[in-house]
């Protein structure tokens, strides 16, 4: 059972280039969320969908981009890349709280870097 | 506001002690839940313990246990018998409403060291 399956873990960009994280569940979740992590910090929502063709902005949603067209898939696409999106990203999904408590599955994480 | 308050960046437990990690919370919303999250060294997220608004004990799992003060807004975590294997950071998140745990609002962690 892969779970939450995310790519790549790490990735350095140039600043103004763009690019895709993949992000990819097997359990049939409805929730599926995007978030940063910045050094010493909490997590920070960009984006999130709460099934598939719907999705909505989190607390950081500038210069990220987000589609749900599968229940299984919610990649997150950076348009222009700043140094100030250089943070670990993490996608996580979830049942709705009727099925169990709700909680969060993550990916395992993927570290940008922009210079 | 910030939704979720950890006060304590950082913590020290002699193995085999019990420890309290601190998390208050704000929301107006009478549904909500609070879960309580595990990252080790090694990046990782791992979810520990969950909270219902409307549950009426306080949550356990295990060497994990909730201790819910709904009136005071706070649901801390204890640990008992601390390992070294606990030493991480511990994140306090709350979804507001009803639906999955998508929304979540995260604190900003406390590191927790278990000392031999």
């Known amino acids: 059972n892969a779970g939450v399956t995310q790519t790549p873990k790490f990735q350095v960009l140039k600043t103004g280039q763009s690019m895709t994280l993949q992000c990819a569940q097997d359990m049939n979740h409805e929730y599926m969320s995007w978030y940063r992590q910045d050094p010493g910090m909490g997590l920070r929502l960009i984006h999130y969908?709460?099934?598939?063709?719907?999705?909505d902005q989190g607390e950081v949603p500038n210069g990220y981009n987000v589609s749900r067209s599968t229940t299984e898939d919610f990649p997150l696409r950076l348009l222009s890349a700043a140094p100030s999106q250089t943070s670990v990203y993490f996608c996580?999904?979830?049942?709705?709280?009727?099925?169990?408590?709700?909680?969060?599955?993550f990916g395992e994480g993927s570290r940008l870097t922009v210079l | 506001a910030q939704k979720i308050t950890q006060t304590q960046p950082g913590m020290f437990v002699q193995e085999k002690e019990a420890v309290t990690l601190d998390c208050t919370y704000d929301t107006s919303d009478p549904s909500y839940g609070l879960f309580w999250y595990k990252q080790p060294s090694s990046g990782e997220m791992i979810f520990l313990i969950y909270q219902g608004s409307y549950d009426q004990q306080n949550a356990t799992e295990g060497r994990y246990s909730l201790n819910f003060q709904k009136a005071r807004k706070s649901a801390n975590l204890v640990i008992s018998a601390s390992q070294l294997g606990d030493s991480a950071m511990y994140f306090c998140?709350?979804?507001?409403?009803?639906?999955?745990?998508?929304?979540?609002?995260f604190g900003d962690g406390t590191t927790l060291t278990v000392k031999p």
């Open positions: 969908s709460v099934g598939a063709g719907i999705t």
């Open positions: 996580a999904s979830s049942y709705s709280q009727g099925v169990g408590t709700g909680e969060l599955f």
């Open positions: 998140a709350m979804r507001e409403g009803g639906g999955g745990a998508g929304k979540s609002t």
